[in-house]
């Protein structure tokens, strides 16, 4: 009985990957029969050394560069022309990657991003595993950064004096590509443009700040029903008043307007310091070296 379970098994293993090699040659026509055979046994080979990663305890002296190159790896093996894709190509792939991939929704009881590669693999391959635009946040990040592509959080809020408990925020990213900063949201699947180029999140405050108009356009990928950026509970620019951009190599932790300095302080007294969050927490850390 356990040998004809062990064949049965084994002949459907064979019956998927031959499958998956049918798939990809049609998918990909330049690719032979060998090539595609060869990439899905690689692949596979992959997604069982991700899979294991979902039980493997944090270890703080794992070096950045492993969790980075399996997250390479797991986006690869998602969409492969990523591989062969400019910066920014990439990184509007990416964000439609994490945007149809991951649920918004809240993540399961402790749950957290310790492990990047192992997070960001659970977040992208099973539906039981979503956040919200935080959580996408990092998501987006890691994989961008995985990339070789630099990138910061950048937090937005309505208000931070006698703030509403939750504050009405929201979390977004941005990525410097080509010389600038420009926002890229994973949440809602957007870039910021502004008379035919894509801005970064601060000249998008300034214009708000000026009464100007804003352009969110998804470059060409498709929105999710109920996923738009007009779906938002309170419109965006709304929440654009105070703003703070996570530290990277090539940046320092800043807030917008500058004298804010990243607290926040409830009508209900609580408080909470969102710099002292983005300099302190261990992930934010790891994304910004």
């Given at each position: 009985?356990?040998?004809?379970?062990?064949?049965?098994?084994?002949?459907?293993?064979?019956?998927?990957?031959?499958?998956?090699?049918?798939?990809?040659?049609?998918?990909?026509?330049?690719?032979?029969?060998?090539?595609?055979?060869?990439?899905?046994?690689?692949?596979?080979?992959?997604?069982?050394?991700?899979?294991?990663?979902?039980?493997?305890?944090?270890?703080?002296?794992?070096?950045?560069?492993?969790?980075?190159?399996?997250?390479?790896?797991?986006?690869?093996?998602?969409?492969?022309?990523?591989?062969?894709?400019?910066?920014?190509?990439?990184?509007?792939?990416?964000r439609?990657?994490?945007?149809?991939?991951?649920?918004?929704?809240?993540?399961?009881?402790?749950?957290d991003?310790?492990?990047?590669?192992?997070?960001?693999?659970?977040?992208?391959?099973?539906?039981?595993?979503?956040?919200?635009?935080?959580?996408?946040?990092?998501?987006?990040?890691?994989?961008?950064?995985?990339?070789?592509?630099?990138?910061?959080?950048?937090?937005?809020?309505?208000?931070?004096?006698?703030?509403?408990?939750?504050v009405?925020?929201?979390?977004?990213?941005?990525?410097?590509?080509?010389?600038?900063?420009?926002?890229?949201?994973?949440?809602?699947?957007?870039?910021?443009?502004?008379?035919?180029?894509?801005?970064?999140?601060?000249?998008?405050?300034?214009?708000?700040?000026?009464?100007?108009s804003?352009?969110?356009?998804?470059?060409?990928y498709?929105?999710?029903?109920?996923?738009?950026?007009?779906?938002?509970?309170?419109?965006?620019?709304?929440?654009?008043?105070?703003?703070?951009?996570?530290?990277?190599?090539?940046?320092?932790?800043?807030?917008?307007?500058?004298?804010?300095?990243?607290?926040?302080?409830?009508?209900?007294?609580?408080?909470?310091?969102?710099g002292?969050?983005?300099?302190?927490?261990?992930?934010?850390?790891?994304?910004?070296?």
């Amino acid at each position: 009985m356990r040998k004809k379970t062990i064949i049965a098994a084994a002949g459907f293993a064979v019956s998927i990957c031959a499958a998956a090699t049918v798939g990809l040659t049609i998918r990909y026509p330049e690719m032979s029969t060998a090539q595609s055979a060869v990439y899905v046994a690689q692949r596979i080979g992959t997604l069982v050394e991700a899979r294991l990663l979902m039980s493997t305890p944090y270890d703080a002296v794992r070096p950045l560069e492993t969790e980075l190159a399996n997250v390479r790896r797991i986006a690869l093996d998602i969409e492969p022309q990523l591989d062969s894709m400019e910066p920014l190509s990439a990184a509007l792939a990416l964000r439609d990657m994490v945007y149809r991939k991951v649920p918004v929704q809240a993540p399961p009881a402790g749950f957290d991003y310790s492990n990047l590669d192992r997070s960001v693999f659970l977040e992208l391959t099973d539906e039981n595993f979503g956040d919200i635009c935080g959580g996408l946040s990092i998501v987006y990040l890691t994989l961008l950064k995985s990339f070789g592509i630099e990138a910061r959080y950048v937090g937005m809020f309505k208000e931070v004096v006698n703030a509403a408990d939750p504050v009405t925020s929201h979390a977004s990213v941005e990525a410097f590509i080509g010389g600038q900063w420009i926002a890229l949201d994973p949440t809602f699947n957007f870039s910021i443009w502004a008379e035919d180029e894509r801005i970064g999140w601060e000249e998008a405050q300034i214009r708000v700040l000026a009464g100007k108009s804003l352009t969110f356009a998804s470059d060409g990928y498709a929105i999710l029903p109920g996923r738009s950026v007009y779906d938002y509970s309170d419109p965006l620019p709304e929440t654009m008043k105070f703003m703070i951009f996570a530290p990277t190599p090539r940046t320092e932790l800043r807030t917008l307007p500058v004298e804010w300095g990243g607290r926040i302080a409830y009508a209900n007294g609580k408080q909470f310091d969102q710099g002292n969050s983005l300099t302190r927490n261990s992930v934010y850390v790891k994304l910004a070296q």
